[in-house]
Nanobody, 121 residues
Framework: QVQLVESGGGLVQAGGSLRLSCAASGRTFTSYAMGWFRQALGKEREFVAAVSGTTGNTRYGDSVKGRFTISRGNTKNTVYLQMNSLKLEDTAVYYC??????????????WGQGTQVTVSS
């Protein structure tokens, strides 16, 4: 059974940092693209960042460029999201996703259950 499990969410003050982790299991995700999305209360899901499983290329949403960094662990079944200079508007549930194609990461073949990130003033 494929599972994506996020961790690392929590409460942080504006300007602070958090590191999210996503551990994938149930199959080999070496060639899969993996990414992060978020959904704030009352808003649509928003693309945050993604990393290709084949080229290592990364892509970021405009609202997080320069502040967030996505990376993969050595086993490629783990993906991280380092979030710096957090803003109030970064408050959301963050979801991990995996897709066979980097081009279709926004559709996601697999999704995690999400982890709450709350940024306070």
């Amino acid at each position: 059974q494929v599972q994506l499990v996020e961790s690392g969410g929590g409460l942080v003050q504006a300007g602070g940092s958090l590191r999210l982790s996503c551990a994938a299991s149930g199959r080999t995700f070496t060639s899969y693209a993996m990414g992060w999305f978020r959904q704030a209360l009352g808003k649509e899901r928003e693309f945050v960042a993604a990393v290709s499983g084949t080229t290592g290329n990364t892509r970021y949403g405009d609202s997080v460029k320069g502040r967030f960094t996505i990376s993969r662990g050595n086993t490629k079944n783990t993906v991280y999201l380092q979030m710096n200079s957090l803003k109030l508007e970064d408050t959301a549930v963050y979801y991990c996703a995996a897709s066979i194609s980097f081009a279709t990461i926004t559709q996601g073949d697999y999704w995690g259950q999400g982890t709450q990130v709350t940024v306070s003033s």
